[in-house]
């Protein structure tokens, strides 16, 4: 029988790890899932996902804080993932506002412990989560790749170009194989409490005002959850190759001229209003929303839209769930957990 292939995925209890380890182990992986269960939202939510993951017998949870380098290594000598793909973070643009230093620590000091880890173990390739917030201020849409990353509007983009940043160091002084992952507003079953899908489906349920920032003038690029881990679970063989191999590069190839190295956008490369968004909810829940329009918050931009053509050349995927669909799934999943 073939050995089953081995993976560390960090963040495991958090949406888009539970998602990715879910789809790993349907595909046989062994994972070794770590999360630190911190508190920023509903620990019984995060509980639950973990819970669901440990009917697998592929799965291996552990959950402590990954600012532990030594437990982390140790583990890791143990079980011996060929490749990493690191999604533990402090995620968010407005909590960044009232809390930065946990930022600091669970983005910038535990990118830092796992690209220590990636060295000393010498994975086959590193893949991690970065975000759309990184694009910043910037004017020209749709957002590629290669665009200047310079400014920054919130305390979480700048720790994840950090984190970017201090990655392609870590790949070109020790030749570690990494691609960064840009993810655009992600959403579906299972998502974050603290992000406007849920908050607005819980109080139009609940008959409550929801806050339509920007006065409604705000534009997402939307992501469903199982296009991304599709499009994420892709590139895990699509292996950035260093300087001195035979490497083949795409329009707008983010690959770095001096490391293995690359930064690959996944978004549904469509720009959307909020408020389409909310009339969608509205129509996933049979219900109206009693809107209350706000200004923009501190540290958000107006709009997000992905370029997705590196994606779909390194990979033939393109995503395609409709929002319609999409919300609808997330709204029965609501509906079913939260009875
Ligand atoms: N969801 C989105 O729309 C989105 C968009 C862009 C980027 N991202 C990035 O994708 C990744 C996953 O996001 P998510 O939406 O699943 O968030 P999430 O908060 O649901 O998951 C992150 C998990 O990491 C864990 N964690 C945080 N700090 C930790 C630490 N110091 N040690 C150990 N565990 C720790 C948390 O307990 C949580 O379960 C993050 O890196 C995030 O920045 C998400």
Redesign the pocket.
């Known amino acids: 029988m073939k050995k089953n292939r081995t993976i560390l995925i ?9 998602h990715m380890t879910r789809y790993l182990m349907a595909k046989n992986w062994k994972v070794l899932g ?5 508190k ?2 509903d620990v019984n939510l ?1 509980q639950a996902r973990h819970a669901l993951l440990s009917k697998n017998k592929l799965f291996t949870k552990y959950e ?4 532990n380098k030594e437990k982390l290594l140790n583990i890791c000598l143990k079980f011996k993932p060929e490749i990493i793909i ?6 968010g643009v407005r909590y960044s506002i009232e809390n930065p230093e946990i930022y600091l ?3 910038v000091n ?1 990118t830092f412990n796992i690209l220590e880890l990636a060295k000393k173990i010498k994975v086959k390739h590193l893949l ?6 990184v694009y910043g201020y910037n004017q020209k849409l749709p957002f590629v790749e290669n665009s200047n990353c310079n400014r920054p509007l919130s305390f ?1 983009a700048s720790t ?1 170009i950090a984190s970017e940043s201090m990655s392609h160091a870590y790949s070109y002084s020790y030749g570690i194989p990494i691609s960064v992952f ?6 579906g079953p299972w998502g ?1 409490p603290d ?1 406007a899908l849920h908050r607005f489906t819980e109080s139009i349920l609940n008959d409550k005002m929801i806050n339509v920032y920007n006065h409604g003038k705000m534009k997402r690029d939307f ?1 469903y959850i199982d296009d991304l881990v599709k499009g994420a679970y892709f590139l895990i063989d699509t292996i950035p190759k260093k300087p001195s191999q035979k490497r083949k590069t795409f329009n707008n190839d983010s690959l770095s001229e001096v490391a293995p190295w690359r930064v690959v956008n996944i978004g549904n490369a469509e720009s959307i209003k909020l408020l389409d968004f909310v009339t969608e909810i509205e129509n996933a829940l049979g219900k109206k929303a009693k809107k209350n329009f706000v200004k923009m918050q501190i540290g958000d931009v107006s709009e997000t839209w992905s370029n997705i053509e590196l994606l779909e050349s390194l990979t033939g995927f393109t995503p395609k769930t409709k929002l319609s669909d999409g919300i609808k799934t997330f709204v029965n999943w609501y509906k079913n957990y939260y009875q």
């Open positions: 960090t963040g495991s209890a958090g949406f888009i790890g539970f770590i999360d630190g269960i911190t920023n939202y995060k402590f804080l990954l600012e690191h999604l533990a973070a402090q995620a620590r669970s983005n535990v991690f989560a970065s975000t759309s917030s979480y994840k840009r993810f655009f507003t992600v959403y974050r992000m992501t």
